[in-house]
């Protein structure tokens, strides 16, 4: 096979970008409107909290190809482990973080113990299961008293409000603007975005995460060199899992109010789909992805909205159920084809990503 | 009270909290009532009205929330008096197990696709849950808007779609893409990306309320024994059995069975004693999506069609199919029951909106003691 020359990514990818942004501008929509919203999300708190979802998902997926198909669960654990402790408890609001962190972690080991001996497939099933059990049981009658059920919980972001530094007042760039209550959280989630960065960084660099690398590539060739490949997958559905949960965690806060009905598995879903959009086994990929992802899936609703309401496509598209279907159409799309032509997404390297079920 | 009926007692129907009419029971001891339209309505026993020594079974039961949509009728039932203890908890068993067994049997067969899928070809398939929606809207398309076809033939229809879903799928998307060799893992997210797709599709053409089927909603109760049952659901329990019974067949007698456990069992091998690999995935595709089109149309009869109710059928179709063997048909099939039955008899013991995390659990257990399943063989789990 002849190796391809390594060609001029971000050139091809700025490219790609100028195109859209010219097909928005020259279209009989509103395309400053469309362009607002984009950006507004795309560098918003909640593509902040995808982006460090995408992070953990990628220790596990792209690095380590371990199939993490309830990342979502983790998120819960964090975020309310976070609420429980603060708003059911009374306890500070450190408290609540090493407890959403212990819990993540508990979540690594009891989803890990059963399914790490076995195949990758069997992960993946128990992990969208165990997620989606954990959410049937917040939300169910009989955890009302700790959980909130259905109705959830509030409150427990006063102390995070309190330690916030910035001075009062608005805080606008371009076409964005925050007042300092919000730009806060915002603000603490792209931090944790760079450092989660960097600490990938630096631990895919040492020789634990050549270690992960050969799991993905070949699980007995690694046991054959004498090492714990049951334990090196562990610590990695640990390290991403507890990432998960610090994304939950700052997603609540940014919420304010925390919901079960938050925690789908669609976000599990979106995650993937953001991480194999920005490349998989890259640092920058999952924030790259993220800021991508959010975009172009808020541009695409704008444009739908304002179509439907200029009369450019039927009504019954412009409706909130379909707008909501549409974009969920858009992103099961985005990841088949994804998967198909381009499974090295914007920034990796498509011989890593020839993953078998090993 | 005995099976005694209740006359002259009051029931109050109002919606959002204003009252719409109210009802007096018969001398049969039931009551109709007209409603104004669409929406969620609260049936109300009005309990002075009981005669003396009569008290509701459970007093949080003596307002019923239900919804209704126009055309449509719904029955509601009222439980009185309190049952010696242990008679009821035998008939409260004996209940639920009918339940299950119904519930698991639908399951199974929706099961065995995902299983089979599985064995020949190593994917698993998450699209699978959404195969089973498909299945229940084409009915119910069918059924309730266009031509009005009654349910029957509306069902027949919806099999042969699903089983032309299941190989247009195989034949466009997952043989190209085994010819690409395209890795396993990335098999998988296709998958899901595909579930996407025809989840929101389906969403689109249906919309998000739940919606019945027009016929066999309405049916008076049958005892059986100490079971109260209605003929649909024993229609639906004999179907799903026959059906059972004849793909045990199929794969146990016919030739094209046979090679189809052949495949699952050893690919390389099959192959190499002259079966026609990809021909048997073909046949396996076709199959499961009729048996997922099929096991849809009998779960929208027993409940409602859904847009959802695919995907939530999935998680207990895995839980069955590895409580059996991942990758085996009669494995499926028994994972299958013990799942419907498992879900089912949870309800006694705890609510019932906790229910398919028994099976989850079920499933979960049964990986660390017995990873093979039940009927599995140790070296399918590599």
Do not use: C
Request: no cysteine; net charge positive.
């Amino acid at each position: 096979m002849k190796l391809s020359r390594p060609r001029p990514v971000m050139l091809v990818w700025a490219g790609v970008l100028l195109v859209v942004l010219g097909v928005i501008a020259l279209s009989p929509l509103d395309g400053q409107r469309i362009l607002r919203e984009a950006v507004r999300t795309a560098t918003g708190g909640n593509a902040a909290v995808y982006a460090l979802a995408a992070i953990g998902l990628n220790i596990h997926f792209g690095y380590t190809g371990l199939l993490n198909f309830g990342h979502v669960g983790f998120m819960l654990v964090g975020a309310y482990g976070l609420a429980i402790t603060v708003s059911t408890l009374g306890a500070p609001l450190w408290a609540g973080v090493l407890v959403g962190l212990a819990a993540s972690l508990v979540l690594a080991l009891l989803l890990g113990g059963p399914t790490l001996r076995l195949r990758a497939d069997y992960l993946a099933i128990v992990t969208i299961a165990g997620a989606e059990i954990l959410r049937h049981v917040t939300r169910s009658g009989p955890a009302t008293d700790v959980t909130g059920g259905v109705f959830g919980l509030t409150g427990y972001a006063r102390g995070f409000d309190r330690i916030n530094p910035l001075p009062g007042g608005r805080y606008g760039f371009w076409v964005v603007d925050y007042s300092a209550r919000q730009l806060w959280p915002v603000l603490v989630g792209w931090g944790l975005v760079l450092l989660a960065s960097l600490l990938v960084f630096m631990l895919t660099r040492s020789p634990w995460g050549r270690v992960l690398r050969g799991i993905r590539e070949d699980e007995d060739a690694v046991r054959s060199i004498g090492k714990n490949a049951y334990s090196y997958k562990m610590q990695s559905l640990v390290l991403g899992g507890m990432l998960g949960g610090i994304a939950g965690m700052i997603w609540v806060v940014q919420l304010g109010s925390i919901d079960p009905d938050a925690f789908l598995p669609m976000v599990t879903f979106f995650t993937y789909t953001i991480v194999i959009l920005g490349g998989p086994a890259t640092v920058v990929g999952p924030v790259v992805g993220a800021v991508v992802f959010w975009f172009v899936v808020q541009g695409f609703d704008t444009a739908i909205r304002e179509a439907s309401t200029s009369g450019y496509v039927p009504a019954f598209l412009g409706g909130p159920e379909a707008v909501g279907a549409l974009r969920f159409l858009l992103v099961g799309a985005g990841l088949m084809l994804l998967m198909i032509y381009r499974p090295e997404g914007m920034f990796g390297n498509r011989r890593e990503m020839q993953l078998d079920v090993g | 009270m005995d099976g005694e009926p209740l006359q002259g007692v009051r029931v109050v129907v109002s919606r959002d909290g204003d009252r719409v009419g109210t009802a007096t029971s018969g001398p049969d001891g039931g009551w109709r009532l007209a409603l104004p339209g669409d929406g969620a309505y609260e049936a109300t026993l009005d309990q002075a009205s009981l005669p003396e020594g009569v008290a509701v079974r459970d007093a949080e039961r003596a307002t019923l929330p239900f919804t209704v949509s126009s055309g449509q009728q719904r029955t509601l039932v009222f439980s009185f008096g309190d049952e010696p203890a242990a008679v009821s908890y035998l008939r409260r068993m004996a209940q639920a197990a009918v339940n299950g067994i119904k519930f698991g049997l639908i399951i199974a067969m929706t099961a065995i696709g995902l299983s089979l899928v599985y064995g020949t070809t190593r994917l698993v398939n998450f699209a699978h849950g959404d195969m089973v929606t498909f299945g229940a809207m084409v009915a119910l398309l069918l059924n309730t808007s266009g031509p009005s076809l009654q349910l029957i033939p509306a069902g027949v229809v919806a099999v042969a779609s699903g089983a032309a879903l299941g190989a247009g799928m195989e034949s466009g998307l997952w043989r190209p893409l085994r010819r690409r060799r395209t890795g396993l893992i990335q098999l998988l997210v296709i998958s899901i990306g595909l579930a996407m797709i025809l989840r929101h599709v389906i969403l689109l053409i249906m919309g998000g309320r739940p919606r019945p089927y027009h016929d066999y909603t309405v049916q008076a109760p049958v005892r059986l024994g100490p079971v109260l049952t209605t003929p649909r659901d024993l229609v639906v329990i004999a179907v799903s059995t026959v059906v059972l019974v004849g793909i045990g067949l199929l794969l146990l007698r016919t030739r094209i069975g046979r090679a189809m456990r052949a495949v699952a069992d050893n690919r390389d091998l099959a192959a190499s004693s002259g079966v026609d690999v990809q021909r048997v995935i073909l046949f396996v595709w076709a199959m499961a999506g009729a048996l997922a089109a099929l096991g849809g149309v009998l779960l929208g009869v027993v409940e409602n069609v859904e847009w959802l109710m695919g995907f939530r059928a999935l998680l207990l179709m895995f839980a069955a199919v590895i409580l059996g063997g991942l990758g085996t048909a009669f494995g499926a099939m028994a994972g299958g029951i013990v799942v419907g039955l498992a879900t089912e008899i949870s309800t006694i013991f705890q609510p019932s909106e906790l229910k398919t995390m028994w099976a989850l659990i079920a499933m979960v257990v049964v990986l660390l003691v017995r990873p093979q399943g039940i009927l599995g063989r140790r070296e399918r789990i590599g």
